[in-house]
């Protein structure tokens, strides 16, 4: 199966600043890439796929880039409802994996 | 209003069995591949199966391949997770999820319910 590894596990990251999250997969998954959005008590939130592409109704300040096995999730301006657990997930083949995820708290 | 309600989830003992369900509405159910994901208590992510629009193609997570069998119905838009031989580490929300490929395109999950919890413990 294909790892998904992130980083950092934590993002300590004052309001307003910008964040940015690694994600790597151990073999390539081509573009085929998620990132998803999970707050205290929630369900995952879909916020990326395709690797770049935002989904419905997902602020412009997230955006996703990388291809093959490097990709990366940035968070121009960080507000005070972006803290939260964000994971990486490929869907390139069965069985689908998720990263471990990356906690961005508060400064 | 696109929306998927899971239930069948509680505490069940070690070695028993357990089906969960999922009703899915507001899109058109049988175009989408689905899902299943639980996260253990303060853990992560973790995918458990996954079924094709027409059934005929069917993952499993190694760690219940053999014990787990998902199955829908279309007529009943439902989805389901039959979990057999349980195991302590098998605790956790059991999240439905909707791909966002129709036919036989597999995409990213784009829709979640809120999930039903399993606990096994004698």
């Known amino acids: 199966e294909i790892v998904m590894t992130q980083s950092p596990a934590t993002l300590s990251v004052s309001p307003g600043e910008r964040a940015t999250l690694s994600c790597r997969a151990s073999q390539s998954v081509s573009s085929n890439l998620a990132w998803y959005q999970q707050k205290p008590g929630q369900a995952p939130r879909l916020l990326i796929y395709?690797?770049?592409t935002r989904a419905t109704g997902i602020p412009a300040r997230f955006s996703g880039s990388g291809s093959g096995t490097e990709f990366t999730l940035t968070i121009s301006s960080l507000q005070s409802e972006d803290f939260a657990v964000y994971y990486c997930q490929q869907y390139n083949i069965w069985p689908l994996t998720f990263g471990g995820g990356t906690k961005v708290e508060i400064k | 209003e696109v929306q998927l309600v899971e239930s069948g989830g509680g505490l069940v003992q070690p070695g028993r069995s357990l089906r969960l369900s999922c009703a899915a509405s507001g899109f058109t159910f049988d175009d989408y591949a689905m899902h299943w994901v639980r996260q253990a208590p303060g853990k992560g992510l973790e995918w458990v199966s996954g079924?094709?629009?027409?059934?005929?193609?069917?993952g499993y997570a190694d760690s219940v391949k053999g014990r787990f069998t998902i199955s829908r119905d279309d007529a009943k838009n439902s989805l389901y997770l039959q979990m057999n031989s349980l195991r302590a580490e098998d605790t956790a929300l059991y999240y439905c999820?909707?791909?966002?490929?129709?036919?036989?395109?597999?995409?990213?999950?784009?829709?979640w319910g809120q999930g039903t919890m399993v606990t096994v413990s004698s």
């Open positions: 999820a909707k791909d966002g490929g129709s036919g036989d395109y597999i995409d990213a999950l784009d829709i």
């Open positions: 079924i094709n629009w027409n059934s005929d193609s069917i």
């Open positions: 395709g690797a770049s």
